[in-house]
Structures are given as structure tokens and as C-alpha cells.
């Protein structure tokens, strides 16, 4: 597995969903920008920059930020922290 270095995060491409909680279909856009990822590892920082996402956490990313690269067939970006634009949260609702 991929170790990021400094404020580097290696993240796990999300596929869009198809379809609302409310059942609305979605149209497919590959070039709707920014897109959502899983953040599987995160560096250790800087020694004055504190990370600010957590593994597990489900981010967006600016699109044309992340280096891609597979390892075993699985598809990883790699990004700097600060090309990560919101942490997505389940209570986005209330």
C-alpha cells in the first residue's frame, strides 16, 4: 500500500450516484467538476501544517489535482491536502 508523504492523502475515486435518496435519476456527466473520493491514507503533515481529514473520510477533490496510479489493478489518487475542497458530512440537511 502507498504511504503519502507530508501533506500528500491518498484517496479511493467514488463512483457517482445514479440515482436520489427521493429516486430521481441522474444523467451521467464525466466532465461535472470537482468529484468525490474516500480518503484511504493521509501523511503526516508538515511541521506547520496540522492534516485536517481523517482515513474513512468521504471528501471532494478538485478534478484536476490527484495523481492516479494503480497498484494490484486498484485505482489510487494521490493529492496534496489543500486540493481537497469540503469534507462531505451525513447531516448536510439539517
Given at each position: 500500500?502507498?504511504?503519502p508523504l507530508h501533506d500528500n492523502v491518498v484517496l479511493k475515486e467514488k463512483k457517482p450516484e445514479k440515482t436520489t435518496k427521493?429516486?430521481?435519476i441522474l444523467t451521467s456527466d464525466?466532465?461535472?467538476k470537482p468529484t468525490t473520493a474516500e480518503v484511504i491514507r493521509v501523511g503526516s503533515?508538515?511541521?506547520d501544517h496540522k492534516m485536517s481529514v481523517n482515513v474513512g473520510d468521504i471528501v471532494v477533490y478538485k478534478n484536476y489535482?490527484?495523481?492516479d496510479i494503480e497498484i494490484d489493478?486498484?485505482?489510487f489518487l494521490i493529492i496534496k491536502e489543500?486540493?481537497?475542497l469540503a469534507i462531505m458530512e451525513d447531516d448536510i440537511n439539517e
Open positions: 500500500m502507498l504511504k427521493s429516486g430521481i464525466d466532465t461535472q503533515g508538515t511541521s489535482a490527484p495523481t489493478g486498484q485505482k489543500s486540493d481537497i
